[in-house]
């Protein structure tokens, strides 16, 4: 079976930090790009990370310098590190592969759909 | 980046009716590069829709998906129990992907 475990969330401090982790089963990890989406309570959807296959990375605006992605082929895992978390980074955080990538007009790396999810972890930044 | 906007907010019908669903882009979106997710409480969201029309690999065919440049529409042809969900759409036609604040669909 094809699946995606998260875990790592938790209660942290404004200017603190925390990493997810992503356990991968049922297909060959390596060969997928794979991201972080993000819900708030009530809210729509935010991709806020990407890592392609050879590593490469992406970020939108409203994380980059902030959180940064990887991953561990060997153990079929992903991973999230989150710094000076503020208030607004207060989500579920999941998991998810993506149907693939490609270059928009402008150069910029494009995901396309996301195919598998994650349950999802609970992060909550709050004093 | 592209801002969508999904209508009605909340939708409400009884099983066996028909459901439209509106999505609506702030500008173009390149190569009708338009996906639906469907999200029940507690759980993560499922792909139903790609590239506009394709439906994903075990989605039935009750589900459907049109438009073109700025306008996109879901429909559900006949709501069955478990459809009563909320809906997302996202576009992938430029960087950053993003996605519509949701529709629900509840139970008249």
């Known amino acids: 079976e094809v699946q995606l475990v998260e875990s790592g969330g938790g209660l942290v401090q404004p200017g603190g930090s925390l990493r997810l982790s992503c356990a991968a089963s049922g297909f060959t990890f390596s060969t997928y790009d794979m991201h972080w989406v993000r819900q708030a309570t009530g809210k729509g959807l935010e991709w806020v990370s990407a890592i392609g296959t050879a590593g490469d990375t992406y970020y939108p605006g409203s994380v980059k310098g902030r959180f940064t992605i990887s991953r561990e082929n060997a153990k079929n895992s992903l991973y999230l590190q989150m710094n000076s978390l503020r208030a607004g980074d207060t989500a579920v955080y999941y998991c998810?592969?993506?149907?693939?990538?490609?270059?928009?007009?402008?150069?910029?790396?494009?995901?396309?759909?996301?195919?598998?999810w994650g349950q999802g972890t609970m992060v909550t930044v709050s004093s | 980046e592209i801002v969508l906007t999904q209508s009605p907010g909340t939708l409400s019908l009884s099983p066996g009716e028909r459901a439209t669903l509106s999505c609506r882009a702030s500008?173009?979106?390149?190569?009708?590069?338009l996906a639906w997710y469907q999200q029940k409480p507690g759980q993560a969201p499922r792909l139903l829709i790609y590239g506009t029309s394709s439906r994903a690999t075990g989605i039935p065919d009750r589900f459907s998906g049109s438009g073109s440049g700025t306008d996109f529409t879901l429909t559900i042809s006949r709501l069955e129990p478990e459809d009563f969900a909320v809906y997302y759409c996202q576009q992938y036609g430029s960087s950053p992907i993003t996605f519509g604040p949701g529709t629900k669909v509840d139970i008249k």
């Open positions: 998810a592969r993506s149907r693939g990538y490609y270059y928009d007009s402008s150069g910029y790396y494009v995901p396309r759909t996301f195919d598998i």
């Open positions: 500008q173009s979106v390149s190569s009708s590069y």
